[in-house]
């Protein structure tokens, strides 16, 4: 860790627990310890496609960071670009982010938020008549009160997973006006689904600057979205990758953790990719992955960790669909798949209930059926993990989330 651990760790833990004053103090310490690392002219720094900016390849989600010390701390040590949504924690992110962010120079900062469709299958990608441009305009709206900014710098349209969600013309529309008006510079979109074929739709709009797109070691696609991400970033289009850690651990008791500093190494050493958004709770995640932005070479355990964990099933669902017309019920095993990485995995309650949320059969749907016709690539015995996760939605969301 080298010259991390010059940091005021004591300092920053002390902050945590001495509330708002000592937070306060707490930053202060930290910050001039941290401020010797970010002279640090090792980190990693690429450009976004042709935005023209530039950005250290380890950015942070904020995705379930409620604490406006640690993404200050987070500020101090280097990391400048930091990724939200307006869905996350049902808004109380970007409130979160919006009092912090009105403390420090607007230029100290790379901030991308998302706003997702309304009224989309996402099975199909059909659209309902709420799939509108004027839903997506209201709910920036409501993203830019809480953030309490005059634009951001990132605008996606959120977890897009077919090609005729990501052309369709009145997001288009909404993210075009937007741009105009001055309150987004960048358009994007995040895919966690079907990634490939929604890249192509970014490379073959000319409209989009930006793709959030999963990634991982573990994505049985990872060679199909390599080239397309190396077709859109010769296009001039700003890679950022998410779901680098691949469900975090290899199995559901949380025993065998996946090696995140050689999985993020391994999805940043493709120079296509600008820079990744691996969520960070804690102050230890944010060293780890602090540590990445100076050297992205796997040492030979870092290599033969990520070996060993191809070899399992894992918690990672990559969303290949293969399962849905293999299941008798063709139920959308793989929305249960990944309400059961976000239960196991990250223990992220939200996300798992917000999943389940979009499937009408709630309790156990594979009880009454004698046989398993789905064979997943990856080995998961789906029929067990959805009689695992689908239990989430019997236990009032209140005592999880
Ligand atoms: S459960 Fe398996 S087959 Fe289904 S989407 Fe996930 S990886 Fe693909
Ligand atoms: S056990 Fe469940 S997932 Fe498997 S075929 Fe039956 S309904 Fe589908």
């Given at each position: 860790m080298g010259k991390m651990q010059n940091l005021n760790r004591r300092g920053f833990l002390r902050s945590s627990l001495l509330g708002t004053a000592g937070a306060l103090i707490g930053t202060e310490a930290i910050g001039s310890s941290i401020r010797n690392i970010k002279k640090e002219p090792l980190i990693i720094r690429r450009k976004l496609g042709k935005t023209g900016v530039e950005i250290p390849i380890v950015s942070f989600g904020v995705m379930r960071s409620d604490n406006t010390t640690l993404v200050k701390a987070a500020m101090d040590m280097g990391f400048v670009h930091f990724d939200t949504a307006h869905g996350y924690q049902e808004g109380r992110n970007e409130t979160m982010l919006g009092e912090l962010f009105k403390?420090?120079?607007?230029?100290?900062f790379v901030l991308a938020t998302k706003v997702a469709p309304d009224d989309i299958d996402r099975r199909t990608g059909e659209m309902g008549p709420g799939a509108t441009k004027e839903s997506i305009l209201a709910k920036f709206d409501l993203s830019m009160q809480r953030l309490q900014l005059e634009y951001v710098d990132i605008l996606y349209l959120h977890a897009v997973s077919a090609r005729k969600v990501a052309l369709a013309p009145q997001f288009l529309e909404a993210l075009s006006e937007l741009k105009k008006q001055g309150k987004v510079k960048f358009v994007g979109m995040s895919t966690h689904q079907n990634e490939a074929d929604v890249i192509q739709a970014a490379i073959d709009s000319n409209?989009?600057?930006?793709v959030l797109t999963a990634i991982n070691f573990k994505h049985s696609q990872a060679e199909l979205l390599k080239e397309k991400i190396a077709l859109a970033a010769e296009k001039g289009i700003g890679i950022v990758a998410m779901k680098t850690m691949a469900g975090a651990f290899m199995d559901k008791e949380r025993q065998q953790p996946i090696n995140c500093s050689a999985a993020l190494k391994w999805v940043l050493q493709d120079t296509n990719i600008t820079t990744a958004i691996p969520a960070i709770l804690t102050y230890d995640q944010m060293i780890q992955n602090f540590s990445v932005m100076e050297n992205l070479e796997l040492n030979e355990q870092e290599k033969a960790d990520l070996e060993e964990a191809k070899l399992v099933a894992g918690l990672y669902c990559d969303g290949c669909k293969l399962c849905v017309q293999e299941c008798k019920k063709h139920l959308p095993v793989n929305e249960y798949m990944r309400a059961y990485m976000y239960t196991y995995g990250y223990r992220n309650y939200e996300n798992a209930y917000a999943v389940l949320d979009t499937i009408a059969e709630t309790s156990d749907p594979c009880r009454d059926c004698d046989a398993c016709t789905v064979k997943c690539p990856k080995g998961f015995h789906v029929a067990e993990r959805i009689g695992d996760v689908s239990r989430l939605s019997d236990i009032p969301r209140d005592l999880m989330v």
């Open positions: 403390t420090v120079p607007r230029s100290s409209f989009y600057d930006v």
